[in-house]
């Protein structure tokens, strides 16, 4: 199990232990909570402690960082496509038709199998901590923590994703979508926008092309919540629904799923802080209406593509 290893220096002498693992070792509430049951989660000089140990000088610090609770989701030999990998985070491209997790105990399919394999093949302590969920058909990177501490380090500087999707009709130059969002009347797992009530949503987005036809647009999405069903939802109701998304009133087109990818994200390294981005080119079915920087790797794109998307109204 990989551990957090710390020597206490006369700064920190004095200090209760619980307080010194919130800050500077980043561990948040739930794990420490997490650690106080697990007989070799939280130690000083070889020793099981608690969080109310008084740290003195030279002290050494051995915290846990995770999983702490035993594994229930089915671990699958399938193949998994990395997009970035180091000891503390790992990106991978989720394929269409594959959900985050298993519906029900010892369901198969799930992004959570081949992930929880690759981590066990590399001699690691298996535990899933994807730090966002895409639909099961939406494609594109997920960033994944390979620990309870990693996951809580990413989350106090949430990601950052882009989203491209093909949308029906033709979309104006670059605008957003603000409705609340509410579980829809006749069930079916759809989501609709509401006047009043529901959840705070807010979606962004540039077109990057329509076609020729008028048929169809393509644009990049950005978003300032992660509601489920958001881009789906807020498209539909403003009479752009993505192309392949029969749920929500989108006409096939070429598309026998709807058509949402993730190709750009960035995110703060748990360890350092550095900024770290990645891609994932577009499907290579969907319109060859796109420019071809989304078809192969550019990073100065996704500084471009973030900036547009947060700012809609600064493009002419």
Known sequence: MNRLEATIGPEDAGRRLGDYMRQPLGC?????RRLKTDPRGIMVNGNRVTVRYQLAQGDRVSVAQGPTRPLTMPIEDRPLAIAYEDDLVLVVDKPADTPMYPRFKGDLGALSGPVLAHLQAAGGAPGFFPLYRLDRDTTGLVLLAKSAWAAARLAQKPPEKIYALEAFGRLPAAGSYSLPLAKGAGGLGRIWPVAKGGR?????????????????????????????????????????????????????????????????????HPADGRLVTCFQPLPMAWSPAWPANYRKEDPYAHYLTESLCRYPEKIE
């Not at 948040?28 to 420490?32: D, F, M, N």
């Not at 950005?222 to 789906?232: D, F, N, P, S």
């Open 28 to 32: 948040s509430k739930r794990l420490i």
């Open 200 to 268: 705070e949503a807010c979606t962004c987005y540039r077109r990057v092309f329509t076609s020729a036809d008028g048929l169809a647009s393509g644009a990049l999405v950005y978003l300032a919540t992660g509601r489920r069903h958001q881009i789906r939802a807020h498209f539909a109701q403003a009479g752009h629904p993505l192309l392949g998304d029969p749920a929500y009133g989108g006409p096939a087109l070429g598309h026998d799923r709807p058509a949402l990818h993730v190709p750009y994200l960035s995110f703060h």
